[in-house]
């Protein structure tokens, strides 16, 4: 994923990637709730600060993801390294292997694939989006409390 640098991590970096992505991911949601009148409103039956998913999604899932990457990168670089040094993968089909691997990688960082990830993101968001409002407009809906 060359747009977010996720795959080509930089320790240097991690957090840095951490607050721009949550920051992408959640203020943008913040501030038109705020426009919207549903960030503290008393309109809507979960407001959007009191309302656990987007903190979920936005603020723990994408730090996770992203320290995830910096665990799994390391992890499939000695897998691969494994592979070309073990003998599991004979010397004849190592440039197989490696155009595979390159092939791969090119998947990754191609563009019309992120456009696509994108588009599906968008897609279903607008699917979904109906029930989000519902649920977001409803009196009287279950939500969690503190006991």
Same mark, same amino acid.
């Given at each position: 994923? $060359? %747009?977010?640098?996720? @795959?080509?991590?930089?320790?240097?970096?991690?957090? /840095?990637? /951490?607050?721009?992505?949550?920051?992408? *991911?959640? #203020? !943008? @949601?913040?501030?038109?709730?705020?426009?919207?009148?549903?960030?503290?409103?008393?309109? =809507?039956?979960? !407001?959007?600060? $009191?309302? *656990?998913? +987007?903190?979920?999604?936005?603020?723990?899932?994408? +730090?996770?993801? =992203?320290?995830?990457?910096?665990? @799994?990168? !390391?992890?499939?670089?000695? /897998?691969? $390294?494994?592979?070309?040094?073990?003998?599991?993968? !004979?010397?004849?089909?190592?440039?197989? #292997?490696?155009?595979?691997?390159?092939?791969?990688?090119?998947?990754?960082?191609?563009?019309?694939?992120?456009?696509?990830?994108?588009?599906?993101?968008? =897609? &279903?968001?607008?699917?979904?989006?109906?029930?989000? *409002?519902?649920?977001?407009?409803?009196?009287?809906?279950? &939500? %969690?409390? +503190? *006991?």
């Amino acid at each position: 994923m $060359k %747009l977010t640098n996720l @795959i080509l991590s930089n320790d240097q970096s991690t957090v /840095i990637r /951490i607050l721009v992505l949550c920051g992408v *991911a959640w #203020l !943008p @949601i913040a501030v038109l709730s705020f426009f919207d009148g549903t960030l503290l409103g008393t309109d =809507v039956t979960i !407001p959007f600060l $009191k309302d *656990a998913v +987007p903190y979920v999604r936005g603020l723990i899932v994408i +730090p996770l993801l =992203v320290i995830a990457d910096n665990v @799994i990168e !390391p992890v499939i670089v000695r /897998i691969l $390294k494994y592979l070309e040094t073990s003998g599991v993968v !004979p010397e004849s089909e190592q440039g197989r #292997l490696n155009d595979e691997v390159e092939r791969m990688a090119a998947l990754l960082n191609s563009n019309r694939v992120q456009m696509m990830l994108v588009l599906l993101a968008v =897609v &279903f968001s607008w699917l979904l989006q109906s029930d989000y *409002a519902a649920m977001w407009s409803e009196r009287g809906a279950l &939500f %969690l409390v +503190p *006991a």
